[in-house]
């Protein structure tokens, strides 16, 4: 049998394994509101610095920053690219735009690798900005890629033009993301009674896509699973389950 450890221990015992635990749940909250925030940060600094990077040996020389300012001032190539869009699409409005680019399509349609690059963008771009539906419209899962093995999948539309008139009139298409990349994957057209909604939006599932499963629809769903609140909470449980026997054995 153990000694037992004398009376005057067991309080200080307690007091420092409380501490540790207090340190280590700290540490850990800590990992989880500056984690997302710094994700963030970097994402949007290294978009805002390719854009500089690419935009700003545009613009003269006399309308930089550091001309005036001496030193670099961020954002200022973003500025300029939103400025050019703005032209471009104020310039091609008019009779003499829409001519000239008639005239640079005529050109690029007789570059053949061009000309299908093109067309493939100009028709994703015009169908993403036109229509209203051109979005995913709910989440499913689909067998795939083997029965037995399913996967998520994103609704999209119902089968059109030449597609619908030879498949039947309940098929629709389905994009299949692949992780942790969901922005390439598989295009589908399968019959609806085939997939499985779920009730979930398609923020969620693409959280439960990119994080490979790790955030799953238990944690997302629900008023009481949302924000860093509850994952702080989340996570103090863990550790005072974890306390628990200790507390016991002191």
């Known amino acids: 049998m153990p000694p037992q450890a004398p009376e005057t221990e067991r309080p200080l015992r307690r007091f420092w394994l409380r501490q540790?635990?207090?340190l280590r749940q700290g540490f850990f909250n800590g990992i989880l509101v500056l984690t997302p925030v710094a994700v963030t940060v970097w994402f949007t600094v290294s978009i805002v610095s390719w854009i500089d990077a690419s935009m700003m040996p545009l613009l003269p020389r006399a309308l930089h920053p550091e001309t005036y300012l001496g030193f670099h001032l961020p954002g200022v190539g973003l500025l300029f690219a939103l400025f050019l869009v703005t032209l471009a699409g104020v310039v091609l409005a008019?009779?003499?735009?829409?001519?000239a680019m008639g005239a640079?399509?005529?050109?690029v349609e007789r570059m053949p690798v061009v000309r299908a690059i093109y067309k493939t963008t100009q028709e994703v771009t015009g169908t993403l900005l036109t229509r209203s539906d051109a979005s995913f419209q709910q989440v499913g899962l689909i067998e795939f890629p083997r029965p037995g093995a399913w996967a998520i999948c994103f609704i999209?539309?119902?089968?059109?033009?030449?597609v619908g008139?030879?498949?039947p009139s309940d098929v629709v298409s389905v994009f299949i993301p692949t992780?942790?990349?969901p922005t390439?994957?598989?295009l589908l057209y399968v019959e609806r009674?085939?997939?499985?909604?779920?009730d979930i939006s398609v923020e969620d599932a693409m959280k439960l896509i990119i994080s490979a499963g790790l955030v799953g629809p238990d944690l997302l769903a629900g008023p009481t699973a949302s924000g860093v609140h509850s994952l702080v909470t989340r996570l103090k449980k863990s550790f005072d389950m974890r306390l628990q026997p200790n507390r016991k054995r002191g």
């Open 20 to 22: 540790e635990t207090s």
């Open 94 to 99: 008019n009779v003499m735009g829409l001519t």
């Open 104 to 107: 640079a399509e005529r050109l």
């Open 156 to 162: 999209t539309s119902s089968a059109r033009g030449i």
């Open 165 to 167: 008139e030879l498949l």
């Open 179 to 181: 992780t942790p990349n």
């Open 184 to 186: 390439t994957g598989f």
């Open 193 to 198: 009674r085939s997939l499985r909604v779920l």
